[in-house]
């Protein structure tokens, strides 16, 4: 879950800090296709699962920003 945590750097980085009203997929680097595809595929190993699980899990929470 400490992974989770690592991606936030990318909402750190952004200028505001934050904004409930942006959506960030799509915005910063890592929460673009490629890097998104790359935490599905953690996914599938059982060993990088739980990182893939926490990754996943921030974009998708992302990604409800997007919708409302
Ligand atoms: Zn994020």
Do not use: N
């Amino acid at each position: 879950m400490l992974a989770g945590l690592l991606i936030d750097v990318d909402h750190l980085l952004a200028d505001p800090i934050y904004d409930a009203e942006r959506c960030s997929i799509g915005f910063h680097p890592l929460h673009t296709t490629l890097p998104i595809v790359f935490y599905l595929m953690l996914l599938i190993h059982p060993k990088t699962r739980a990182l893939g699980i926490g990754l996943s899990l921030h974009i998708l929470l992302d990604g409800i920003d997007c919708l409302i």
